[in-house]
């Protein structure tokens, strides 16, 4: 696998994920607002024991070449500030 790919694994068999789709947050557990866009599947195959699926992921921001990075710790209305 090239370096910089991330592997989702586990995914049920009945997912109809296919190369090309984007990766992106759901919301679901309050962590990550819905929609931050993760990455594009550029494979996806079945796990060896064959209950599941896993896809392989080429992600949007390009780690190696990042210096910055901001934490963001509310996603709620903005505080005017004075």
Known sequence: MDSGLCIMSYLPKSANIIKGDYVETSGLGGIFP?????????????????????????????F????????ITSFGESEEQP
Not at 43 to 55: I, P
Not at 64 to 71: K, L, P
Request: zero cysteines; a neutral charge.
């Open 34 to 62: 819905k929609g931050l866009i993760i990455g594009t599947v550029v494979e996806v195959g079945m796990e060896s024991h064959g209950l599941s699926n896993y896809a392989v992921i080429s992600p949007k921001a390009d």
């Open 64 to 71: 190696s070449n990042m210096r910055t990075v901001f934490v």
